[in-house]
Structures are given as structure tokens and as C-alpha cells.
């Protein structure tokens, strides 16, 4: 499991998820060169965006533990991925959906969760590199609610950008 941004703030920054995609592939890159027998290592990862509550649980063996709902969702997608493929929720879809091809699943049941609609993160797309600095700037002041007005701005600002 894997994390990113476990601080007090409430904004959840989209280069933070391009982080946690940016790792799920390089997982998966790496993999590929690790086999157990004659059978190749292979991932199945599950991402989604939310709160979690964090600690040390036990006295005699202390381990770092995470907890919420939202880290269930991540779990179940996982469950319901496919190896060597990064499955992630809508949520997840909106804030990192430009950077990467994504691929819609459609609605997949989760257990305990009900039917959710989810993607598959394919690979990332090249990134201008003014592009994503002026998009990181835009969400340093800004929460998760504000992504689509976020992606509105960035949109303007990549028209801008190539017709310079």
C-alpha cells in the first residue's frame, strides 16, 4: 500500500496522484524483469483518492497501519483489476485523466461498495513540462472540489501555450 500527501492539509494536489500513477508503472516496468519459477511477477494495482486515519496499532510488534473507506475502494479495485494494469476510480480519473490514456472499464460492482465507474490507466501522455508547473501552481491554493475548474484553466492555458 501506498500513499501520498498523508498530511493535515485538505488540498490533494494532482501532481501528488501523478506521483502515485507515475509509481504504479514503474512497478509494473519493473516486474517484468522478476519471476518466481518459471512465472513472471505481476501487479495488480488499484488507486483512488479520499481521506485516511493513520497509526501504530499493537504493543509487543508496532506496525504503521491505514484505515478508512476510500483505502477499501483502493483495495477493491485492485481485487477487481487485471495484472499489469493500473485500475483506478472516477475520482482518481478526474484529477490525473489529462496526463495519462485512460481507458473506461464502465461500471464495475466492488465488494461491499456497490457498482462504481472505473478506468484503466494506460500509460502517461508527454507532458509539457510549462504545462504541468503552471497546473501544479493552479491546485497549490486548492482542494479536490475544484479539479474541473482547475482543468478548465489549464485548458485555456495550453491553447495559449500553442498558439505562441
Request: hydrophobic share 35%; with cysteine; glycine share 6%.
Amino acid at each position: 500500500m501506498i500513499t501520498s500527501k498523508l498530511d493535515n492539509q485538505e488540498n490533494f494536489y494532482v501532481a501528488n496522484a501523478t506521483k502515485i500513477a507515475d509509481f504504479a508503472f514503474a512497478m509494473i516496468e519493473k516486474s517484468s524483469s522478476f519471476k518466481i519459477g518459471a512465472h513472471m511477477v505481476q501487479f495488480r494495482i488499484g488507486v483512488h483518492i479520499g481521506d485516511v486515519i493513520n497509526g501504530v496499532i499493537g504493543k509487543s510488534k508496532p506496525v504503521f497501519d491505514l484505515w478508512s473507506d476510500d483505502v477499501n475502494i483502493a483495495s477493491r479495485l485492485e481485487d477487481t483489476g487485471m495484472p499489469q494494469k493500473v485500475h483506478c476510480s472516477q475520482e482518481f480519473y478526474h484529477v490525473v485523466g489529462r496526463l495519462f490514456s485512460c481507458e473506461p472499464r464502465g461500471r464495475i460492482r466492488l465488494r461491499d461498495k456497490g457498482e462504481m465507474e472505473t478506468y484503466f490507466l494506460n500509460h502517461a501522455l508527454p507532458r509539457n513540462e510549462s504545462v504541468f508547473g503552471h497546473l501544479q501552481k493552479l491546485e497549490s491554493q486548492s482542494n479536490i472540489a475544484q479539479v474541473p475548474e482547475q482543468l478548465e484553466q489549464l485548458t485555456k492555458y495550453e491553447s495559449k501555450i500553442q498558439q505562441q
